[in-house]
T-cell receptor, first 109, second 115 residues
């Protein structure tokens, strides 16, 4: 079983829609979570990180962690064509970052 | 000024050959990684070095040998290349003193195609 499970999509939404991305993880040890964004033919870059249950907001992006159900979510409000990318959820434990499979999102203009 | 740079960006080679990918970071980080991304976009950790010492070695064939001559460099040598080695290889670095919030910075990737 992978440490982080993520629905690979793909997901296609119209501009302005809310994008909802989800991951589940298997290890209950205290750990940090991140969301990375990867544009085509580029390396991933950090979007948000969180380490506690609840919500964290950054502009149009909200990261949510539910440790009781081992669920990680990312919401993108008022989505733009420039948000079209692959979104990867990541669990960080000590030195090791474990990536989900990534969900490819296309925002249609 | 590129933070994490990898060379070459593209590599096309025949089965059985030996090849190397180089990585350099100018961020002053002490920890570097190699990740493999397959055609389904799944990023799998291969190796990690902290201050030139190997700290993570996932189940990777011993045809893959990382080398870290100093904190700023982590190279990957692959012997006897196989078709299944075709993938994009990403180098990354982070500062371990950032604790568990230390951001991982990635290079642009090296796309390896084995024919």
């Amino acid at each position: 079983q992978k440490e982080v499970e993520q629905d690979p999509g793909p997901l296609s939404v119209p501009e302005g829609a809310i994008v909802s991305l989800n991951c589940t993880y298997s290890n209950s040890a205290f750990q940090y979570f991140m969301w990375y964004r990867q544009y085509s033919r580029k390396g991933p870059e950090l979007l948000m990180y969180t380490y506690s249950s609840g919500n964290k907001e950054d502009g149009r992006f909200t990261a949510q962690v539910d440790k009781s159900s081992k669920y990680i979510s990312l919401f993108i409000r008022d989505s733009q064509p420039s948000d079209s990318a692959t979104y990867l959820c990541v669990r960080l434990n000590d030195y090791k970052l474990s990536f989900g499979a990534g969900t490819t999102v296309t925002v249609r203009a | 000024d590129t933070a994490v740079s990898q060379t070459p960006k593209y590599l096309v080679t025949q089965m059985g050959n030996d090849k190397s990918i180089k990585c350099e970071q100018n961020l002053g980080h002490d920890t570097m990684y190699w990740y493999k991304q397959d055609s389904k976009k799944f990023l799998k950790i291969m190796f990690s070095y902290n201050n030139k010492e190997l700290i993570i070695n996932e189940t990777v064939p011993n045809r893959f040998s990382p080398k870290s001559p100093d904190k700023a460099h982590l190279n990957l040598h692959i012997n006897s290349l196989e078709l299944g080695d075709s993938a994009v290889y990403f180098c990354a670095s982070r500062a371990s003193w950032g604790g568990n919030t230390g951001e991982l910075f990635f290079g642009e990737g090296s796309r390896l195609t084995v024919l």
